[in-house]
């Protein structure tokens, strides 16, 4: 008996301590009483949801400008914001990512590429929607532009871009320049039709070199490789996030590749700092949260790009850098 009364004592000794601590353990106020737990938390002043295409380098710098720069104009008001950031993946999945957004009533959606913005246009008129890495708003939107849409450009001068391939690489009449991109990019097209254009006016024969799938992107860029002096990337998503493939091949067969957004793949580019795109974007969702403007309001904006080369790559490929220019 004494055995059994002693377990007993020691089971209820055992207990009142587990009390004890658990006490302890859930006290979250100060001494004064005040409550510091995490549901007596401030709700944030605003939400913005983000709509990213996909993940790569220029889009992550856009999108991270536009946060970093949105949460520094609002705290100099004393306002604060929460993210719901999403990357669809692709195109078709975008509208799924806005209807989300929608459904969740944010203050305002960030939409990063065109896919993005078209399903943000499209997915709600009263929600404020600011675009970014957007070639051209007004193709995308045929010349009429919703109201509550407005954004940053990362479209470049295509003219700027075709002379300096030229004089680079020294091509004349006849020679032949491959432009690839993804079909499904609609602001991929609108940069082909543009810079053919423009190479054509100085006899330079292009063709295009377009697929659907990246499973389709190796043998593309082998053939377009093969067959032409140089290659020519827009600002295509598609292909920026599979750029080492495009870099691979290319630098073996020693063929230059310009691009519209820089990357390992290309030899030279005329590109804006897409993490100062997002910067802007940010600046701009911030004045229209606070209520000074309306995206009706704001002119869609563009940086003024800069030239880089690739030292390395130039050197490589027998590149001359001119001298005026600074390479990377």
């Known amino acids: 008996m004494k055995k059994i009364l002693a377990i007993v004592l020691s089971l209820i000794l055992c ?72 990357v669809a993946g692709s195109a078709d999945l975008c509208p799924t990512v806005i209807n989300t957004l929608v459904a969740k009533e944010v203050d305002l959606i960030m939409a990063n590429a065109t896919d993005a913005l078209v399903a943000a246009a499209n997915g709600t008129s009263t929600i404020p929607v600011l675009g970014t890495s957007v070639t051209d708003y007004n193709d995308t939107f045929k010349n009429n532009i919703p109201a509550n849409v407005s954004g940053t450009s990362d479209g470049v001068p295509f003219a700027e871009q ?37 190479f054509e006016d100085k006899g330079v024969v292009v063709t295009p070199y377009t697929f659907s799938e990246t499973t389709e992107l190796q043998s593309l860029v082998t053939t377009a490789a093969s067959e032409c002096k140089a290659i020519y990337v827009p600002s295509d998503n598609t292909v920026a996030q599979n750029d080492s493939i495009v870099a691979s ?52 904006k563009t940086l003024t790009p800069s030239v880089e080369y690739n030292a390395e790559l130039c050197s490589k490929l027998g590149i001359t850098v001119p001298e005026e220019d600074t390479a990377a």
């Open 162 to 198: 075709a002379e300096m391939m030229i004089d680079t690489l020294g091509l004349v009449a006849g020679d032949k320049v491959g432009v690839i991109y993804c079909s499904n990019e609609s602001n991929s097209l609108v940069q082909y039709e543009a810079v053919k254009e423009l």
């Open 15 to 86: 207990a009142g301590m587990c009390v004890a601590f658990t006490s302890c353990d859930t006290n979250t106020g100060n001494e004064d009483g005040t409550d510091t737990s995490d549901t007596a938390a401030t709700a944030a002043d605003f939400t913005v949801g983000i709509c990213q295409l996909m993940v790569h380098d220029s889009l992550d710098k856009a999108t991270q400008g536009f946060i970093d720069a949105l949460t520094e104009e609002l705290a100099k008001e004393g306002k604060t914001v929460e993210y719901d950031k999403q």
């Open 249 to 300: 091949i290319c630098t073996d067969k020693k063929v230059p590749v310009y691009t519209s957004y820089g990357g390992d793949a290309c030899y030279a580019s005329l590109a804006i700092d897409y993490y100062e795109l997002g910067v802007e974007t940010g600046k701009m969702a911030a004045e229209i949260l606070l209520g000074k403007k309306t995206p009706a309001d704001i002119e869609i």
